[in-house]
């Protein structure tokens, strides 16, 4: 069965970095895109980044883009989310997702599974 399992999540002052970890297991995702997405209270999960595992596209929110860089290493099949320069609306529960097909990579409700979460938050 497929599992993702996120870890890296902390508290952290603005302005610093944190790298949230998706360790993936259970099949074989070389035609998969690996996505993470945030949820903050209140609020719904909204998409930050994507990459596909065949070629290493990535694809980035508006909001994130020139601080968070997303990556794969393919032999510890994990998926990396570095965060720099991290804003106080940073906060949030970070998850893993994969999605069997490589398009439309931004669309929460085309992923068909997901990790448990992990909270970041980003102090002021």
């Known amino acids: 069965q497929v599992q993702l399992v996120e870890s890296g999540g902390g508290l952290v002052q603005v302005g610093g970095s944190l790298r949230l970890s998706c360790a993936a297991s259970?099949?074989?995702?070389?035609?998969?895109?690996m996505g993470w997405f945030r949820q903050a209270p209140g609020k719904e999960r909204d998409f930050v980044a994507a990459?596909?595992?065949?070629?290493?596209?990535?694809y980035y929110a508006d909001s994130v883009k020139g601080r968070f860089t997303i990556s794969r290493d393919n032999a510890k099949n994990t998926v990396y989310l570095q965060m720099n320069n991290l804003k106080p609306e940073d906060t949030a529960v970070y998850y893993c997702?994969?999605?069997?097909?490589?398009?439309?990579?931004?669309?929460?409700?085309?992923?068909?599974?997901w990790g448990q979460g992990t909270q970041v938050t980003v102090s002021s």
């Open positions: 259970g099949r074989t995702f070389s035609s998969y895109a």
């Open positions: 997702a994969a999605k069997p097909t490589p398009w439309s990579l931004n669309q929460r409700t085309l992923y068909t599974y």
């Open positions: 990459i596909k595992w065949s070629d290493g596209t990535t």
